[in-house]
C-alpha cells in the first residue's frame, strides 16, 4: 500500500490485514513508518524518503497486490517486484497532482507484460451498488475494533489551505480535517 499512512492507505492497511494479507506500506519519514508498524497496521513499513523502495520490495517474495495511491517512482518501484500474475489497484495519483501537465506513464510499463499483470482504477463510485455488502464488513471490523480511522486536525476555517496543504507535503498521518467552531 502506497501512501500507507494517509487517509485511504490506513483503511486499506486495515481491510488487507482483516483478510489475513500480509501488508507492506509505504510511507515518507520515519514517524509514519513506526506509526504503521507500532499500530500493527502494516507487517513491513518502507519509509521512500529513506530507503529504495524497489530495493526493500525486492527483498519480499513477490508482491500480489499493490493498493496505489501515488503513481510515478513509486509505482515504477513496485512493477519489477510483482508476483506473477499479480494485481495493481489504481486509487490514486498524487505524485502527478501537482505537475503542470498530465502525470507521465510508468516507466516500467514492460513489466505489465513480463508479470502477466492485471490493473485496474479503483474508483468508490463504482462501486456504490455494493455499498450495504461493504457496510456490513466494515462496521463489523469497526465493531470488533479492527477498523480505526485516525485524524489530522487543523484548528480554523483561517488555516484551511494550511491543512490542505498537508496532503501534498505529506505531513499527515490519516484523515486532514478542519474544525471549525
Known sequence: VSAAAGATGLLACQIAKNLGARVIGIAGGKRKCEFLRGKGLADRAIDY???NVEAALAAEDGVNVYFDNVGGAILDAALPNMA?????AVCGLIDGYSGDGPAPGPRRFDQVLMKRLAITGFFLPDYFDRGAEHQAALRYWFDKGRLKMWFDETAGLENTLAAYGKLFSGGNIGKVIVRVS
Open 49 to 51: 524518503k529513506a530507503e
Open 84 to 88: 506473477l500474475h499479480g494485481r495493481v
